[in-house]
């Protein structure tokens, strides 16, 4: 039986473990905060598709560093901060920066005019984010959420960039379009579903399943490969929230994330 090496005073009871935790999720903020960086300078060199598949890399990233701090109980208003400041970078001012050096600023000042009102409407939808995130229902945005709206933007860009697609006036427009419409739904009060209800642990029932099929079967035959896939994909989220809304005033229901004025 080996002798056990008494632990140095220094390091404490569970000190380097619990620092070890802490750190975890704010690396992992890091590097989605590196992958919007990475995307700008690429956006600059002129290298599209790489800066494109840089913001969804952060989108990725992004998806995890909250949930390995609730899964390892690290939560701090610290990491709440950086992670705002981080999705800034890489979804508020990576996709305006990379749509505006793609094709926008051919269209002059309606070219950075679409690219500011993306990166101010990313800015005011995370601002509204965090001082309305106990307050609103938690099942559903208020807004499109910001990694939807770049990815929205970074989707248009590496679709067009996969099947060689040059920034002409008609596409270029497109991308105006697209752009100037993520940033104002990201500041609507639309509600787009979060998914922050799913139990991967309940049962479903099996018309759940067959719908969930039927929806992969329609966006793998409108599309042909994975870029244009994913935009898809993102085109229709960007429509449901739409459709929910449209279904609620149908319904003459209240708008399920605009706080009460008691709770406001």
Not at 64 to 83: C, H, I, K, N
Not at 140 to 154: D, E, I, T, W, Y
Not at 159 to 181: G, H, K, N, Q, Y
């Amino acid at each position: 039986m080996r002798p056990q090496v008494p632990r140095p005073r220094w390091l404490g009871e569970g000190k380097l473990r619990r620092s070890g935790i802490y750190w975890l999720p704010n690396g992992i903020t890091t590097i989605a905060l590196f992958a919007g960086f990475f995307a700008i300078v690429q956006g600059m060199n002129q290298h599209f598709e790489t800066a494109a598949i840089a913001i969804f890399v952060a989108m990725v990233f992004d998806s995890l560093d909250g949930r390995v701090a609730r899964l390892t109980r690290t939560q701090s208003e610290f990491g709440a901060e950086y992670d705002s400041l981080s999705d800034m970078v890489s979804f508020g001012v990576a996709p305006a920066l990379v749509a505006y050096e793609w094709g926008l600023k051919g269209l002059g000042k309606a070219g950075w005019f679409a690219a500011f009102v993306y990166c101010a409407c990313a800015a005011l939808r995370l601002a509204r984010f965090n001082t309305n995130i106990d307050v609103v229902d938690k099942r559903f945005f208020q807004g499109m959420p910001s990694p939807a709206a770049a990815g929205l933007v970074a989707g248009f860009i590496l679709t067009m960039e996969t099947f060689r697609i040059a920034a002409a006036d008609s596409i270029v427009w497109w991308a105006w379009l697209i752009t100037t419409a993520a940033g104002i739904t990201m500041v609507t009060s639309v509600p787009f579903y979060s998914g922050k209800d799913i139990n991967v642990r309940k049962s479903v029932p099996f018309r759940v399943m067959v719908m969930i099929a039927l929806v992969v079967v329609a966006v793998a035959l409108l599309s042909s490969n994975l870029p244009e896939m994913i935009f898809t994909i993102l085109v229709i989220y960007g429509f449901s929230g739409y459709v929910i809304w449209g279904l609620d005033k149908w319904r003459r229901r209240p708008n399920r994330t605009v706080p009460t004025a008691k709770e406001e």
